[in-house]
């Protein structure tokens, strides 16, 4: 089965630790993103790539770090300085780069930090 | 920055009433997308409009896109209990690289 994959589903963390979250995708798309979704807010870019070894910022980078070294594969490092860390995390890739592709997201990651 | 309002937050309707959501941008879009979300799910695509003034229709399911390509609208015919969820839209300025998700309406339906 195609898709995207990440894990784990929910993640606990002590405060002040940084915490690394899988996105997994075999679909062979070329851009990868990761959004944060708080309740009401919709969701959030935090960062995108669109080539392997090459991402942007989003919206709210601050706090966060990703790497591109595969193109299956794009982690999202949610370090200690993120102010608000406790939220769901969403992957997604699409075929190819810029608006006009439709988005597959992965299950996404319950992030919980006390 | 762009900014892509969603009207209303919350919709709760009896099954088999209409339902619809608005989606209203402060800029002129170049296209718009649009995804549902299931509770404890993940987005999935529902449709793009690129068209000005364009309708499109998936069964129950209505889309437009305003003819100033600023607003879009989804409309569902007699609700079912499987419409459930939260139903975002996603837009994009010209030559912006990057979707800006509307924040959602939930629909909730009272069987």
């Known amino acids: 089965d195609g898709g995207i994959t990440q894990s784990p589903k929910y993640l606990f963390r002590k405060e002040g630790q940084n915490v690394t979250l899988s996105c997994e995708q075999n679909?062979?798309?070329?851009?990868m993103y990761w959004y944060r979704q708080d309740p009401g807010q919709g969701l959030r870019l935090i960062y995108y790539?669109?080539?392997?070894?090459?991402?942007q910022k989003g919206d709210i980078a601050e706090g966060y770090s990703v790497s591109r070294e595969k193109k299956e594969s794009f982690p999202l490092t949610v370090t200690s300085a993120q102010k608000n860390p406790t939220a769901f995390y969403l992957c997604a890739s699409s075929i190819g780069t810029g608006v006009a592709y439709e988005q597959y997201f992965g299950p996404g990651t319950r992030l919980t930090v006390t | 920055g762009q900014q892509v309002m969603q009207i209303p937050q919350y919709q709760h309707v009896q099954e088999g009433e209409d339902f619809t959501t608005y989606c209203n941008s402060s800029?002129?879009?170049?296209?718009i997308q649009w995804y549902k979300q299931r509770p404890g799910g993940h987005p999935v695509f529902l449709i793009q409009?690129?068209?000005?003034?364009e309708v499109k229709k998936q069964k129950r399911l209505t889309f437009q896109f305003g003819e100033a390509k600023k607003n879009s609208s989804l409309h569902i015919t007699a609700t079912q209990t499987t419409d459930v969820g939260t139903y975002f839209c996603?837009?994009?300025?010209?030559?912006?690289?990057?979707?800006?998700f509307g924040t959602g309406t939930r629909l909730t339906i009272i069987p």
């Open positions: 409009l690129v068209k000005s003034g």
């Open positions: 790539s669109q080539i392997v070894n090459d991402f």
């Open positions: 800029t002129t879009l170049s296209n």
């Open positions: 996603a837009g994009a300025n010209f030559g912006n690289e990057k979707l800006t």
């Open positions: 679909l062979n798309h070329d851009a």
